[in-house]
Every structure is written in structure tokens, then in C-alpha cells.
């Protein structure tokens, strides 16, 4: 493997477990802290979050990042390494699509809800323990990517 494969395998698997890492720590830090909070507390907090999280260094580094790199990285290998790889893209594109599907449009419902709605209504209706248990997926889903990217690495080691 010439050296901008093992770069961009590299950099795949680094913005892999960035990503990963984000999605875990909402799963066991920032959710169960606002289970804790009152209903308002909630609503206005998880405002906040989603707006603070859409910014270039999370795109660029984790959620836009991973999938680009490890497609260019799978562009730029063979063999078991770029099987690898490719699994590690499926898993991505798998996590972008759940994203998408589940946890955006709740995250844009909350966010749309007007300022005098009933914020125990619009939590209801965020329903975070649906919205926690599909991010849990897409923890497992991403560390799984992260993971088959670290064996590409592995992989890709002269014998």
C-alpha cells in the first residue's frame, strides 16, 4: 500500500472513532443528564446541543469526515484492506441513513416546536428514550466502523 492509501486509512479510522465518541457520549453522558432535567430544562437544553453539534469541526471530523475518508481510503487500497474498508463505509452509510431517518427529524421537530408550546407536550413527542435507543445503534454501529478500520490497518501490514 503506498503511502496516501495508508494516510487516508488513517485519517478514516481516526475520524471513525471521533465519531463513535460523540455518539457515545450522548448514550452515557449528555442523555442520562437530561432525563434528569425538567421538561423545560430539556427542551431548551437539547435546543442548544443540536444547534452547537451542526459546526464544521464535528462535519468535517466525524460525521461528513469518516464516511468521505474511508471511500477515498477504500478507492486506495486492495485486497483484504479494501474489503475491510468497504465494510467499515457500508457501516458509515448504515449510521448516516438511521441519522436521517430517526434522530435528525426529532431533533428538527423539537427544535420547530413554537416558544409557548407546552414543553412537557414537546418532549412527549421528542420521545427521548426512542431517540436514545437509536443513537445506542449508531454507537455500536460507528465503534463496529472504527473497528474494521483498525483491522484494515492491521491488515495492511507487510507480513
Known amino acids: 500500500m503506498d503511502a496516501v492509501g495508508l494516510g487516508l486509512l488513517v ?9 463513535a465518541g460523540a455518539f457515545l457520549l450522548y448514550a452515557h453522558t449528555v442523555m442520562p443528564a437530561l432525563r434528569q432535567a425538567d421538561d423545560r430544562a430539556f427542551v431548551d437544553t437539547f435546543r442548544r446541543l443540536d444547534r452547537a453539534i451542526i459546526n464544521p469541526v464535528f462535519m468535517l471530523t466525524g460525521f461528513l469526515g469518516a464516511p468521505a475518508l474511508t471511500l477515498a481510503a477504500a478507492l486506495t487500497t486492495d485486497g483484504d484492506v479494501r474489503r475491510w474498508t468497504y465494510a467499515a463505509l457500508a457501516l458509515h452509510l448504515l449510521m448516516v441513513l438511521i441519522t436521517g431517518a430517526v434522530n435528525v ?3 428538527d421537530a423539537l427544535k420547530a416546536a413554537p416558544p409557548d408550546a407546552d414543553p412537557t407536550e414537546v418532549r412527549t413527542d421528542f420521545n427521548e428514550l426512542r431517540w436514545a435507543r437509536w443513537n445506542l445503534l449508531r454507537v455500536l454501529i460507528s465503534c463496529s466502523a472504527a473497528i474494521a478500520l483498525a ?7 507487510p507480513a
Do not use: D, I, K, M
Open 105 to 107: 427529524p426529532r431533533n
Open 151 to 157: 483491522w484494515a490497518l492491521v491488515v495492511a501490514q
Open 11 to 19: 485519517a478514516a479510522t481516526v475520524t471513525s472513532g471521533v465519531l
